[in-house]
């Protein structure tokens, strides 16, 4: 069993919402912005910034910098690297504090461990998911942690989740990836000859008419593990 990260294990599109809220609180310019459009704006930043630090354009730290300062662009106001760094910490430690598991993602990984091996395959830097893997709790029931940083190819590439196979000791046809990107995770899972299942639980329109298995929710553990007895 393979799974995202990302806003599939770990809660990070809330999480993200309730640190940037505790920021806005104390932040002016913030406060200009309803907290939906500075979460909005922020998710889309960081899809534009990240692809930088897995092409090694940037460090993770110049990225979290940059997506502040254009943050603050797009509210009207120029701030410069500093104020934009100082921006990116203070948000940083709330969202360290705040973090948290996907509901039932640890009851999940507790009772598919018992009869199964599970991987994550994930983009981001190394150092960054082991330490957020751990601070959640779930790294007992994690088997192996393939991350693009490592690996030097991201998902959606098929050679990440080939690697992933070799580490979890599977062919394609004994895996299923479940992850909530419908390019990276779906797709990319898909190209490398293995069953994918959707992680919609924003209840997302399907980008095109791709027959896969979705899932709502991990709350609900005997159904999950239904759809995952399926044939492919």
Known sequence: MLFDFDDTLFDHSLTCRAALGRLRASTPFLRRL???TVWREYSRLLEE????????????????????????????????????????????????????????????????????????????????????????????????LVVSQDVGVSKPDPRIFAIALDRVGASPSE????????????????AAGIRAIWFNRFGKTRPDRLEVD?????????????????SR
């Not at 009772?111 to 994930?122: E, K």
């Not at 830097?125 to 601070?135: F, G, N, S, Y």
């Not at 991990?218 to 159904?223: D, I, V």
């Open 34 to 36: 309803p907290l939906d």
């Open 49 to 144: 910034v990240h692809p930088d630090v897995l092409a090694g354009l940037r460090s993770i730290d110049e990225a979290r910098t940059e997506r502040f300062r254009r943050l603050g662009f797009l509210a009207g106001v120029s701030i410069g690297v500093e104020e934009a760094s100082e921006l990116s910490h203070r948000y940083r430690s709330h969202y360290q504090r705040l973090r948290r598991p996907v509901p039932g993602v640890p009851q999940l990984l507790r009772r598919l461990h018992a009869r199964a091996v599970l991987g994550i395959v994930t983009n981001n830097e190394r150092a960054e998911q082991e330490e957020k893997l751990t601070a959640l709790g779930l790294s007992p029931w994690i088997d192996a």
């Open 175 to 190: 895996a299923v990836m479940i992850g909530d990107s419908w390019e990276s995770d779906v797709r990319g899972a898909q």
């Open 214 to 230: 979705e899932l709502r929710s991990f709350r609900a553990p005997s159904q999950i593990e239904r759809i995952l007895s399926a």
